[in-house]
């Protein structure tokens, strides 16, 4: 029987055992609307509100500026749509946004927005100077994500918040892949705005937050009561809410991971020709290798590797099943042929060196299996 190993964090993480137990205690035994007057409404308020207050000290902002959300796409959405809609000013973006940014764009554009995408270079870094050109007196939204999901590459949002709010103009990060697993204060981070997702360090999915700092002012996106001061209505999911809270408490060092990282990486680009690291060696996340193989599709190495027990992506998984190369990639400069032979590895707490030294045996295996049978040619240079 195949063993299975799990490194696909950055599409989700598995639900952590403490976390778990909150989440189904609370479920259990806090059955309230926090929005009732009565003693159930009452104990569920009281639960929602310390975890709110947790998560503000987590990110060092104030609690009545977390607003919950049901994950990373909503809060991106009530980000954009929240300051831009309706506008018809302009957004500055980067080109290796998240959809639930990019697309967010698209639609802003449909309605009379106008929106310009930020390349990037070969390292999948902005360039905040592009940042700065891009500027018009129009401009209401600069959406700059943290660290992209598929390579890892950390960007510097510290300096182009600081550009921002030069320049009179909101600033909002993805901090998705980031936040609950590197240090986030909001003080020092500069963002006026930051979307969180819980599952991507150990919360169950459908709960998330959006940073909103003081001041800034946000048009809700659902309409109902007057749910979370009027910027997000419905329900709160309060089970969810104490586990998210109980997430960012866990106390695991993700930094702790950059050494597995390295392991796997020089185990494979030592042992497979023709490998290469996408994206910038240092300015990544400490958790997260993407490698093209030359002459192999992808999707037949995550097809491979998930068969001899290793789950891994060929990209975002909010795109998995596409034909179409990663748009990251593209923009970085890759070939199409390029950017569909690239793999993702992303690792989590549970990790190990001997699951690590097993991967790159996978790796090696499938590798020299896809390449006996691909009619590509390879260059060995």
């Known amino acids: 029987m195949v063993r299975h190993f799990y490194f696909d964090h950055n599409a989700t993480t598995p639900v952590a055992p403490e976390v778990l137990r909150v989440f189904s205690e609370t479920m259990a035994e806090v059955c309230g609307n926090a929005s009732s007057i009565h003693y159930f409404g009452q104990a569920a308020k009281q639960g929602l509100e310390a975890a709110r207050r947790e998560i503000a000290s987590a990110l060092g902002c104030d609690a009545r500026e ?17 300051v831009a809609r309706g506008s018809g000013g302009h957004v500055v973006t980067s080109s290796i946004e998240h959809p639930a940014v990019l697309n967010a764009c698209a639609q802003l554009e449909r309605e009379g927005c106008s929106v310009t995408y930020v390349p990037v270079g070969g390292d999948g870094i902005v360039d905040p100077a592009d940042v700065r050109r891009a500027l018009r007196p129009q ?13 890892g590459t950390v960007q510097p ?5 600081r550009m921002a709010r030069e320049a009179g103009v909101v600033f909002h990060s993805d901090a998705v892949q980031t ?9 020092g981070l500069g963002a006026d705005l930051l979307s969180i997702g819980g599952h991507k360090f150990g919360a169950p999915k459908g709960i998330g937050a959006l940073y909103v700092r003081k001041g800034v002012n946000l048009r809700p996106i659902l309409f109902g009561g007057h749910h979370e001061r009027d910027r997000r209505a419905g329900t709160e999911n309060v089970p969810g809410a104490v586990a998210l809270a109980r997430a960012f408490s866990l106390g695991f060092d993700w930094n702790e991971l950059a050494a597995l990282r390295d392991r796997l990486e020089l185990g494979v680009l030592d042992r497979i020709p023709a490998a290469r690291v996408n994206g910038d060696a240092a300015r990544r996340l400490p958790n997260t290798s993407n490698i093209r193989f030359e002459g ?10 998930d068969l001899r027990g290793f789950a891994v992506s060929s990209g975002s998984a909010c795109s998995s099943g596409a034909v179409e190369p990663s748009h990251v990639l593209l923009a970085m ?21 001997d699951q690590v030294d097993a991967l790159v045996e996978a790796v090696v295996e499938s590798v020299a299996h896809l390449r006996r049978i691909s009619p590509a040619v390879v260059s060995h240079a």
Do not use: K
Request: proline share 4%; glycine share 12%.
């Open 66 to 82: 977390i607003v919950l959300t049901s994950g990373g796409t909503e809060s991106d959405n009530l980000a954009v749509f929240g």
């Open 296 to 305: 192999i599709e992808g999707e037949a190495m995550v097809i491979g590797l």
């Open 333 to 353: 400069g890759q070939r199409p042929e390029d950017a569909r032979s690239s793999v993702r590895f992303s690792l989590g707490p549970g990790n190990t060196a």
């Open 179 to 187: 936040a609950g697993r590197i240090p986030l204060q909001m003080r």
């Open 139 to 151: 401009t209401v939204l600069i959406t700059i994500m943290h660290a992209n999901n598929e390579t």
């Open 157 to 161: 949002v510290a300096e182009m918040a």
